[in-house]
């Protein structure tokens, strides 16, 4: 069945159930337009059904790679310490026998994504729909081409003036090092070829000569009770968990704790900061007050504190980025408004308040 007369009978189904949901519930939902059904027919198979035509070299996979994946990922693909690394652990004989050697090594360190992924399929329909973290399907056509064939070139599996295309594409999957990797002997799915073992989904529990059910307590020794302080006032307000008061004998009812204060609201310019970082996804690698990928925003406030040319420097780096002002992993540019990145530099300048 084509991939044109499957999307035409989806469309149909979709609009028969709307009518038919719309009779039932009047005047909620309707039927999807073929412009919002092909916004999600996105994905494209291993067959390489849904690929869009296009092209994209290594040399220019390695132009975008550096500019919008070596902040995460690394510069060669050895990522950092937030992610797991795509490029290592693969052969020429793994390419040549299309099963990667190291993974029944159990003495090598890691898995890398090409040590596991079986299709190239994979990885150019992750990219183009979830990369860069910090802006989701901002990659073009051939920019994701660009990246995956820059990536597989890292992996030694295509060569530095390799260019993948919707064309080449099954050139590229025939040097996938793990791609006779994937098995079907699991009867995870029906019909011919899927496998021949039975899965067990018996779970029967064993519901005679039981062990006894465990009892765990404990007790605090009068000479120990309050050594470490009060443990009444050190377990948070919520949940189950509840300290006893180790300033009264054993026994004593806890005494009811003291209301929480009312938090104090936000100023409006903090508040719009707030909404700014999270919107722009500025929290994917910064936290507020501890470092992430890259420093807290704290921190950075500390460093720039007293400093004439805050505001101005603050804005420039969250536009442009940059790296070695805080460690060896990139920050990318950015591609907010000047006044978003404006007023986020503002807040950070007066302290990155809460």
């Known amino acids: ?21 719309s009779s039932s519930y009047p005047g909620v939902g309707r039927p999807a337009t073929p ?4 916004a999600w027919d996105i994905d494209v198979r ?27 990922h690394g510069v060669f693909g050895e990522a950092n310490e937030v992610f797991s690394p795509l490029v290592g652990g693969t052969t020429a004989d793994d390419v040549k026998t299309g099963r990667v050697a190291r993974l029944l090594d159990h003495s090598f360190p890691g898995r890398t994504t090409l040590m596991k992924v079986s299709t190239v399929s994979t990885l150019w329909d992750y990219i183009n729909r979830a990369m860069p973290w910090t802006a989701p399907k901002s ?45 079907t002997d699991h ?23 039981c062990a ?9 020794p009068d000479f120990a009770r309050n050594n470490h302080g009060n443990l009444a006032e050190q377990n948070r307000m919520v949940g189950p968990q509840r300290g006893a008061d180790t300033t009264q004998p054993e ?39 501890s470092k992430l990928v890259g420093p807290g925003f704290r921190e950075i406030s500390k460093k720039m504190a007293g400093k004439a040319d805050a505001l101005e420097y603050l804005t420039s780096k969250i536009k442009v980025g940059g790296v070695g002002v805080w460690g060896q992993i990139p920050m990318p540019a950015q591609t907010l408004s000047d006044a978003d990145a404006r007023a986020i530099a503002q807040w950070i300048a007066d302290g990155s308040k809460k």
């Not at 044109?4 to 189904?13: D, E, I």
């Not at 799915?189 to 005679?208: E, F, I, L, R």
């Open 1 to 21: 069945m084509s991939k044109r007369l499957t999307l035409a009978l989806a469309l149909a189904t979709l609009s028969a159930a709307a009518v038919a949901q």
């Open 35 to 38: 412009k919002e059904v092909a």
């Open 46 to 72: 291993p067959d390489f059904k849904g690929l869009p035509k296009g092209s994209g070299s290594v040399a220019k996979g390695q132009d975008v790679w550096e500019a919008k994946c070596a902040s995460c």
């Open 139 to 183: 990659l073009t056509t051939e920019e994701v081409y660009s990246v995956t064939a820059y990536m597989l070139n890292m992996g030694g599996i295509v060569p530095d003036n390799f260019v993948l295309s919707d064309k080449t594409m099954a050139e590229a999957q025939a040097r996938m090092p793990n791609r006779n990797g994937m098995t």
């Open 187 to 209: 009867a995870m799915w029906p019909g011919k070829g899927m496998g021949h073992n039975k899965p067990d989904v018996q779970a029967k529990a064993c519901m005679t000569n």
């Open 212 to 220: 006894p059910e465990a009892k765990v307590g404990s007790f605090l």
């Open 251 to 289: 026994g004593t009812a806890p005494a009811k704790a003291a209301p929480a204060a009312a938090p104090k609201a936000a100023d409006a310019g903090t508040a719009a900061a707030l909404a700014l970082i999270n919107k722009h996804t500025c929290v994917a690698c910064h936290g507020v007050e």
